[in-house]
């Protein structure tokens, strides 16, 4: 089983952390530059340089931690990056007092970067303290460009300094139009990081939610395709009789193309191709609905434009996205070579004639299926014989388009075909592949392209059959074993299949005297040869009885401690391809099947 469970968690949790890890990675790299100019401020600018050297120093070394943990680490803990966040704001307010200029927008950064984080409530924090932190150097509440001797600087100081920081009487001395409005811009700036950062969190969920919708819907298009595929026929026969070979390269990760082939009975065959129109998962859907309904349809005994009807009737009642599928239906008589056809809307077959030019197999076509209940369907026949060949396709192999934009078309399909000669099903289809390759020169096809080809070797004989009755004993068993020998032998058994049947026969009369007759009685043996099947049918008089039923013995105990009976019956399904059982006309029938 295909498991298209996707964990969302796991998604987003990966995408944040990636982003996380390369937001961090700006941040470090700011934060060093920042300490590189702090340092050259330490030797150019000596009024200054106790307080820088005192916050400098630590943001130096706090750009090794958050280096050494994107080293080793793909995550870092929350207090690891408001740390780092406090002081790059102390970092600029350095800079910009000592150089004595207005960086306001550098403490825009702050904010900017945490954004890009996609945690909120930490966009929040940064912009307040980003704001605080530019409200004190753009009103010079502190000024650090007098410095401050290090034996000096105590908590007594600092609480000093803060306090004059926040002492907004003299504010309206300090302030300008220009520094209000850049404030405001800084405040505004801040604003729109907030918003990134909520917005850009949503969009990341929604992102993880895209992932596991396409990782899901990938899962079940390669379910649909693998069941799609287990559909299409892979078992091709090729026989002294006729062989059959098919393929189909979708336009699409599963395509609306089918094909089939599948015995009706011993001696008929039914080929099938069709085209749903569309592509992708529901066009798959319908299509295997579609297939399914004919080949139930053909192995229920309906004729071909029967099959079709029944089946139109159904898909129309069961369309709801107005699908609709044009399909041709063939079943040939192997002892006659006659084939009977339908075509539903769908491309005329190529015919080619023993040792002439290949022709299409024109005639009047009904009206494709799925779109009108009570459209009529008819049933054309023609005769085959043997070296004829026959060669169904969609139009996908002539809609293939060239880089010039031409159609392979038709008439290149019969060149093709025409210049073949004698070749087997499966070198016609690789032919018209090569063909329609050659053509398009490898360009990708936008439609589905689907060929199947049919050759007729020889004629099946007829099937042959034969009665004779027995009255049966102990006595007369070796006559009749000699007779069952004998007509398969005349039916072109090999010696291996004759001894199987013998020892088939031979279980199936000995529980025929023992449970119908007490004194032997009278049996009547049916042979009966269908192509390359033999079939042996047994009928007796007596009391109703069906061997079938008998408990299958469990052949792994040892002899003493198996029940009685049932052996026989499971040797016999042991060596038959098919065994089967009626009670008709007061008579007890089996009949044993093998192919040869």
Wanted: contains cysteine; charged residues 20%.
């Amino acid at each position: 089983m295909i498991d298209t469970r996707v964990n969302l968690h796991d998604h987003t949790k990966e995408m944040l952390d990636g982003n996380e890890l390369r937001i961090n990675l700006i941040v470090t790299i700011i934060l060093i530059v920042i300490d590189v100019s702090l340092l050259i401020q330490v030797f150019t600018n000596t009024a200054a340089a106790n307080v820088t050297v005192f916050c400098g120093v630590p943001a130096i070394l706090l750009s090794l931690v958050i280096v050494l943990n994107l080293v080793f680490s793909r995550h870092l803990h929350h207090w690891v990056k408001n740390v780092n966040m406090i002081v790059m704001l102390i970092s600029f307010m350095l800079v910009g007092e000592i150089n004595h200029s207005e960086f306001f927008m550098l403490f825009i950064l702050p904010s900017f970067l945490s954004s890009f984080y996609y945690y909120p409530k930490y966009t929040v924090i940064s912009s307040a303290a980003s704001l605080v932190t530019l409200w004190v150097v753009m009103f010079n509440r502190v000024d650090f460009s007098h410095g401050t001797q290090m034996e000096d600087f105590d908590l007594q100081n600092l609480f000093s300094i803060l306090s004059k920081a926040f002492d907004f009487s003299t504010v309206s001395e300090l302030a300008s139009v220009g520094r209000i409005c850049m404030f405001v811009f800084a405040a505004a700036m801040m604003s729109i990081a907030i918003y990134m950062s909520f917005s850009g969190r949503i969009f990341y969920y929604r992102q993880a939610m895209l992932l596991n919708d396409n990782a899901a819907s990938k899962a079940e298009l390669i379910m649909a395709r693998s069941i799609q595929d287990g559909a299409m026929s892979h078992d091709f026969p090729d026989n002294e009789f006729y062989s059959v070979y098919g393929d189909m390269v979708t336009a699409s990760k599963v395509g609306g193309d089918f094909y089939d082939q599948f015995m009706v009975d011993d001696t008929h065959l039914a080929l099938v191709v069709g085209d749903v129109s569309g592509h992708g998962m529901a066009a798959a859907m319908f299509m295997m609905l579609s297939m399914t309904l004919i080949k139930v349809n053909v192995q229920s005994g309906y004729s071909c434009d029967k099959a079709i009807s029944r089946t139109n009737k159904y898909l129309v009642s069961a369309n709801p996205q107005k699908f609709f599928v044009t399909c041709w239906l063939g079943i040939i008589d192997l002892t006659t070579g006659e084939l009977c056809y339908t075509n539903a809307g769908h491309n005329y077959p190529v015919l080619l004639r023993k040792e002439q030019r290949a022709e299409f197999l024109k005639s009047k076509t009904d009206f494709v299926l799925g779109r009108r209940r009570l459209a009529p369907y008819s049933e054309k026949h023609i005769k085959l014989n043997e070296g004829d060949r026959l060669v169904l396709y969609t139009d996908g192999v002539t809609e293939a388009v060239s880089r010039q934009d031409e159609f392979f078309g038709d008439e290149r399909l019969l060149e093709a075909l025409s210049a073949c000669g004698s070749e087997s099903a499966q070198r016609l289809v690789y032919l018209i592949w090569k063909a329609v390759d050659t053509f398009s020169k490898d360009r990708v096809p936008s439609d589905d392209i689907t060929i199947e080809a049919f050759d007729l070797k020889k004629l099946m004989s007829q099937p042959q059959y034969e009665t004779k009755n027995f009255f049966l004993t102990m006595e007369s068993f070796d006559s009749v074993q000699e007779y069952i020998s004998g007509r398969c032998k005349e039916y072109g058994c090999s010696t291996d299949v004759v001894y199987n049947i013998l020892a088939a026969s031979s279980e199936i009369l000995a529980n025929i005297e023992s449970y119908a007759y007490e004194d032997g009685g009278e049996i009547e043996i049916m042979t009966i040869s269908r192509g390359r099947r033999v079939c042996i049918v047994f009928k007796d008089s007596g009391e109703p009885f069906d061997p079938l039923l008998a408990k299958k013995p469990d052949v792994t105990l040892p002899l003493e401690q198996r029940s009685p009976g049932g052996l026989g019956i499971h040797i016999v399904c042991k060596l038959m391809d098919s065994v089967s059982y009626r009670y008709e006309n007061g008579q007890n029938v089996l009949t044993i099947e093998k192919d040869f």
